[in-house]
């Protein structure tokens, strides 16, 4: 269960797209990324735009900095410390769920089995999670609307015992007034 949750940890939101970076499926396969990225270009065939794209230099930035800010984690410090983050001359290339997938057909290893089956684990958890999120903020509109609905159904009571209390002080004043002529 800790290493699904170090790979959510590693699954980033780019593009609209739920991924993992060269870097960290290369730190999870025990591999060094050139070596993952030379397999990858070997086989570039399977892997179209969808399946995985390279980052620009502001998206780079842009997540170096959520990395830097999103976790307090020591041991996932320690762990992107030692993932060589700094330095790189290229940008680094992001897969998603059907990018890592497709990895799984072109890295045979054990470990690089392993590792896939853990990750598609992790991308289902997120999904899972994000299903759940998506289900509550549907009630939640639910809930909203039925709010208004009753809000306005009050609404009509409240103006209804406005008007029978106008009409019962307007009877009494009419009951209670002096009368003009004989009595």
Do not use: C
């Given at each position: 269960m800790q290493i699904i949750q170090s790979i959510q940890n590693r699954i980033y939101t780019i593009r609209g797209e739920r991924v993992l970076l060269d870097k960290d499926l290369a730190l999870l396969y025990e591999t060094e990324t050139k070596f993952l990225n030379l397999s990858v270009k070997r086989n570039i065939k399977r892997f179209p735009p969808d399946f995985m794209f390279q980052l620009t230099k502001e998206e780079y930035e842009g997540l170096r900095f959520e990395i830097e800010t999103r976790e307090k984690d020591a041991n996932l410090r320690?762990?992107?410390?030692?993932?060589?983050?700094?330095?790189?001359?290229?940008?680094?290339y992001a897969f998603t769920e059907q990018g890592v997938a497709m990895l799984s057909g072109i890295l045979n290893s054990d470990k690089a089995i392993n590792t896939n089956i853990a990750i598609m684990r992790a991308f289902i958890e997120v999904r899972k999670v994000l299903l759940q999120q998506t289900d509550m903020r549907e009630q939640l509109r639910e809930i909203k609307e039925r709010m208004g609905e009753h809000d306005s159904q009050?609404?009509?009571?409240?103006d209804a015992m406005e008007n029978l209390l106008d009409e019962k002080a307007a009877q009494r004043k009419w009951d209670e007034r002096q009368r003009i002529g004989f009595k």
């Amino acid at each position: 269960m800790q290493i699904i949750q170090s790979i959510q940890n590693r699954i980033y939101t780019i593009r609209g797209e739920r991924v993992l970076l060269d870097k960290d499926l290369a730190l999870l396969y025990e591999t060094e990324t050139k070596f993952l990225n030379l397999s990858v270009k070997r086989n570039i065939k399977r892997f179209p735009p969808d399946f995985m794209f390279q980052l620009t230099k502001e998206e780079y930035e842009g997540l170096r900095f959520e990395i830097e800010t999103r976790e307090k984690d020591a041991n996932l410090r320690l762990q992107i410390e030692t993932s060589s983050w700094g330095g790189s001359r290229y940008l680094p290339y992001a897969f998603t769920e059907q990018g890592v997938a497709m990895l799984s057909g072109i890295l045979n290893s054990d470990k690089a089995i392993n590792t896939n089956i853990a990750i598609m684990r992790a991308f289902i958890e997120v999904r899972k999670v994000l299903l759940q999120q998506t289900d509550m903020r549907e009630q939640l509109r639910e809930i909203k609307e039925r709010m208004g609905e009753h809000d306005s159904q009050l609404n009509q009571i409240y103006d209804a015992m406005e008007n029978l209390l106008d009409e019962k002080a307007a009877q009494r004043k009419w009951d209670e007034r002096q009368r003009i002529g004989f009595k």
